[in-house]
Structure formats: structure tokens, C-alpha cells
């Protein structure tokens, strides 16, 4: 029916197509492992339930939260709805400070507590998450 070529072409092309489809899913498989999602207090709060994967908790420190003890910085993270303390142990940002804009990276131990791995303030002194500037201009 068909000759020798056409059959030789056509498992050469399935045959790329196939690696093609392999090859797109294991690259989409791995970039899914390294997503890290952010979310802000009120996020955090409505949560049904806690996950053990690595996300990102924005907003403002709070004014007065900041305390070091021995190796650790505690502090809380304010969308100016809801809070969550965070506690750090790592080196500290320059531009961090109370009332200023923050990502903290890390997990999430339970609604109100948050382990940070890493503290993210690779902003100018202007910067504010845009959840946070959404919920300052409603009030």
C-alpha cells in the first residue's frame, strides 16, 4: 500500500512529535515545582486549609512589630485588614523597616504564623505591594 519512505517518514515524524510532547511536559512539570505563589493576609485568613508548599506573604510591616531576639526578627505583616507574624532568621535588608512595603518567602505554619526563609525588599523606599495600595485606596 504505502512504500518504504512514507513508512520510514512517518514514524520519523511521529517519532519527533513524540519527543516534542515529552520533552514539553517534563519542562512544564519542573517549572511547576519552582512556583512560588503570593498571597497577602486576607489571602491567607479565607484559606480552607494549609498547604506545605514554599509561598510568599506581602504587605506592610506593621508600625511597633519589629523585635530581635538572639538570632531571630519577629515582626507582622499588615494589609491593613488582616496581620500574620512572620519570624526570620537570615541577614536583614537595608529598606527594612516598619511602614515600609515587604515579601517575606517561606511556609505557612497556620493563619497566624509564618516562617520566613527569606525576607525580600529589593525596592526603593517607595515600593508597596499592589494588594497593599488596593486596600489603603479603599479606605
Given amino acids: ?3 518504504r519512505k512514507v513508512k520510514l517518514r512517518f514514524f ?4 519527533v512529535l513524540f519527543i516534542l510532547a515529552f520533552s514539553a511536559f ?3 512539570k519542573s517549572l511547576e515545582e519552582n512556583v512560588i505563589y503570593f498571597q497577602s493576609p486576607s489571602e491567607i485568613k479565607s484559606l480552607s486549609e494549609i498547604e506545605k508548599k514554599k509561598i ?3 504587605g506592610m510591616v506593621k508600625g511597633g512589630s519589629i523585635s530581635i531576639q538572639a538570632t531571630d526578627l519577629k515582626f507582622v505583616i499588615t494589609d491593613f485588614k488582616n ?7 537570615g541577614a536583614i535588608p537595608n ?3 516598619e511602614g515600609k512595603g515587604v515579601v517575606a ?3 505557612l505554619k497556620d493563619k497566624n504564623f509564618f516562617l520566613a526563609t527569606k525576607i525580600l525588599a529589593k525596592h ?3 515600593y508597596m505591594p499592589p494588594e497593599v495600595k488596593a486596600a489603603i485606596e479603599e479606605k
Fill in 105 to 107: 518567602e517561606g511556609f
Fill in 56 to 58: 510568599r506573604v506581602g
Fill in 83 to 89: 496581620e500574620i507574624n512572620v519570624v526570620y532568621s
Fill in 1 to 3: 500500500m504505502y512504500g
Fill in 95 to 97: 529598606l527594612f523597616e
Fill in 26 to 28: 517534563l519542562i512544564l
Fill in 124 to 126: 526603593d523606599e517607595n
Fill in 12 to 15: 520519523f515524524v511521529l517519532s
